[in-house]
């Protein structure tokens, strides 16, 4: 859900690289490693790359859109029509 909320709001996001965020890999930019001066250095390139930090904001907004509450409720009730 956090994740979520960052996107909506533009902000770029950065990780750690944990499996969890293997499907969603195109919308953070992953540290090197799990230690805090990989996650140091991960938030420095995209404090300092502009390029990056824009791309990562408009994948994320574009992401975000699939997941409002709307569709969440569209797809609860087609889930439970499904039953």
Excluded at 12 to 35: D, E, Q
Excluded at 58 to 66: D, F, P, T, V, Y
Aim: aromatic share 6%; net charge positive.
């Amino acid at each position: 859900m956090k994740l979520n909320e960052s996107l909506a709001l533009g902000l770029p996001v950065v990780a750690t690289p944990l499996k969890i965020f293997g499907s969603v890999a195109s919308l953070v930019h992953t540290a090197k490693n799990c230690s805090p001066q990989g996650l140091a250095e991960a938030i420095y390139e995209v404090a300092t790359t502009p390029e990056l930090a824009l791309g990562l904001r408009q994948r994320g907004l574009e992401e975000a859109q699939k997941f409002t509450w709307s569709g969440r409720v569209r797809r609860i009730l087609e889930f439970a029509q499904s039953l």
